[in-house]
């Protein structure tokens, strides 16, 4: 046998010792034909649907017109039904001490999980309610990352960014917090 035959045969042998090894054993799949991996069910997918809810403490900073900007206490609650494990819907409440500011929004959450961690972004329609003062439309666009405790508990710091629409310009609020989020 030639030296350059041995390589591609080499190559070939390496293949079928991996593939082998990696084969699962035999057992049910749902779905269509080739659309899993190995013995049963979608190796990427997540519980098919529940409800969680996510209490939130942190920090809300205020870019103000006029000098400086004001930051303040920030708490607030989640509630959602996560899809797959990856899509989502969720409601949600924060409070804005500083400014007493009612927060409400509704929105969507999209995942993606990496064992241990949880990466995600958001956004959501705001109702920005001041217990003095004007009421406004928002939209708050979010990013954060969790880290998975157990199937039921992940613990996570997120980051939003609001845009409050008035009438005479945008204003911005930042808000980072940490989270505990609870599966039903």
Not at 70 to 82: A, F, N, V
Not at 152 to 160: D, E, K, M, S, W
Not at 165 to 180: E, K, M, Q, S
Request: hydrophobic letters at 40%.
């Amino acid at each position: 046998m030639k030296p350059a035959n041995i390589v591609p045969i080499f190559v070939l042998c390496l293949c079928a010792v991996a593939l082998s090894a990696n084969a699962g054993e035999t057992g049910r799949t749902d779905g269509p034909e080739a659309s899993e991996y190995g013995k049963g069910g979608y190796p990427f997918g997540g519980p098919v649907g529940r409800f969680y809810i996510s209490p939130a403490f942190g920090s809300g900073i205020f870019n103000a017109p006029g000098p400086g900007n004001r930051s303040g206490l920030l708490y607030g609650l989640d509630i959602g039904y996560e899809r797959d494990g990856w899509i989502g819907i969720q409601g949600g409440y924060a409070y804005l001490s500083d400014r007493k500011m009612s927060i409400f929004g509704l929105g969507a959450r999209f995942a993606y999980p990496a064992e241990p961690f949880v990466y995600h972004f958001s956004t959501q329609a705001g109702y920005y309610a001041p217990d003095a003062g004007s009421r406004h439309f928002g939209i708050a666009p979010g990013a954060g990352i969790d880290i998975v405790v157990s199937d039921q508990i992940q613990i996570g710091l997120n980051y939003t960014r609001d845009f409050i629409f008035a009438d005479t310009g945008t204003n911005h609020i930042n808000r980072v917090y940490a989270g505990l989020k609870v599966y039903f």
